[in-house]
């Protein structure tokens, strides 16, 4: 189970980041004091930030019974593969050749880190 609540973790820090960042291309509407108004023109935002506090749960959870040494590596590998397989594959950002040479070691070193754990 331990599993499960780390990969719902980084998928959640995955998308939350992919929300925020769709939020920010749409830009923020502050036209309107009342902050009822303001948050509700912003879901995207919000539904950033409710992610980002739901993958916060659920690496706590994961962090129970997974050690921190391999957990967040784990969590962080795996959420930046998220993201940039987004912005590469759905808005379209350009990764260099040195950038894929990099995605690669980090692949490697989060096989190597989850191969090699206690």
Do not use: C
């Not at 189970?1 to 980084?10: E, G, K, Q």
């Not at 939350?16 to 509407?29: E, M, P, Q, T, Y």
């Amino acid at each position: 189970m331990s599993l499960v609540y780390l990969t719902l973790a980084f998928v959640f820090n995955g998308l939350a980041n992919i929300l925020l960042k769709a939020s920010a291309l749409k830009g923020v509407d502050f036209s309107d004091r009342n902050p009822i108004v303001l948050l509700s023109k912003n879901y995207l935002f919000i539904g950033g930030l409710f992610l980002f506090a739901t993958n916060v749960i659920f690496y706590y959870l994961a962090l129970r019974f997974i050690p921190v040494s391999w957990a967040y590596p784990v969590m962080v590998v795996m959420s930046f593969l998220i993201i940039n397989l987004y912005a590469i594959g759905v808005i379209g950002e350009h990764i260099s050749f040195g950038q894929m040479v990099g995605y690669v070691f980090l692949v490697i070193g989060l096989i190597t880190i989850f191969y090699f754990k206690p």
